[in-house]
């Protein structure tokens, strides 16, 4: 894109720019959080909601492998943190 | 070599890379029983970020929408094989043809209708603190003036947001005649009013221009923003599947 | 791609729609540290969500007169010290309020 020289310039250039990027953000908006949703085979990203079930399964494993670090379930019979 | 997945369609003809797609590789129609999957091959990985590929896609969707009715699918959808892609058409079949049926000859248009909120709000909060009626004390223990400053910010708020309601249901109105259905998300940000989908029968699309056309001459200084012809991505129901295949 | 978007108010919608870019998905990182801090976001995004609900219901009250002074007092002093507590959390954590706005899907956004 060239030099731009006068004001009327600038402000259309600049006009086309936002309404470029926000013509982009509409279709960003409904292709990446609407439409059908199948998880495939490759996931490739991990969606906010797919977090959830990553989040849980992590918190599970670990807690599984403190126990088995430490040897015991861990029971009820902890101090309340206060 | 996997295969990208843009959208379902209700056609199992063989269509040959007519449109291009990501990486500029031909799209084909993979087909099953009256419906069939739209892909192309893709041999490069994809960033969930990547800008121009969610652009690639939309432009495969939006030259289709020409041809067929399509229920557009998520960006990112890969499969490694074929088969896993016939599967997946097995395994949802009933509901795409449903989709299908339900979406055929139809449109998805976009309005946003942009409000002074800041201004609104303020009116508002002077307007509760003129008509004040608990009126805080330095009398009042800490837990009782905690709950009445919480409680006039409540009340603000509820205000605003009604008051956002009625302003929405009289824009709506323009519309109820030449839609099939509607999707109206309230307040996205305290600025953005409305943040609407409307789904339109192809034959009264213009009608339904007309009505935005008169909302425009009625709303005065609102600011509004029309979008579209758009694939139906706001009106499919098939959403956040699990594919299961372990 | 030839999109209609059609608007008198390009400024007004480009700011807001930059404000509104911060809710789509953000791209996550597999590396291990990232996930904990992804975790401890989720976790107090829904803590948050919790406390604002009771809030929320506590507000209702109030305003249907279905409490007593004494009532008020108590309610006013355990949302204070769930507020606090929650700053104290945020703190902690490194986690500012714009972060705890998870969208879960067919919920929407929780705040």
New interface residues.
Partial sequence: MGAVNSIQDRNSSSSFLKENRVTLLEVLDRALTKGVVISGDIVISLADVDLIYVGLKLLVSSVETMERLRGAPMSGNREEPT | MAMYVYGIIDSNDKIDAFVTGLDGVGVYNIPYRDIGALASDLDTPVRDTDEERVLEHETVLEKMIECFTVLPMRFLTVFNEKNNVISMLNEHYNDFREDLDRLHDKTEFGIKVIWPGAVIREKIANAYSKAQVSVPSPDDSPGKSFVKKKFETYKINKEFEEEADRRIAVIDNFFNRNVCEKKLERLKTENMLLNASYLVDNEKQNDFKKAFEEMRAFAGDLKYLFSGPWPPYNFVTKTNTRHDRE | ??????????????E??????K??????D?NPQN?EA??AK?VLTLIELIRKLM??Q??RR??AGSLS?EE??????T??KLENKMKELKGVFGVKDEELN?????LGDLM
């Fill in positions: 791609m030839s999109k209609i978007v059609e608007t008198n108010a390009i400024d007004a919608f480009f807001e729609t930059e404000k509104l870019q809710a789509l998905p953000k791209k996550i597999a996930v992804g975790l989720l809030e929320k506590a507000m109030v305003e002074e008020i007092e108590r309610i006013g002093e949302l204070m998870i969208n879960l899907g067919p």
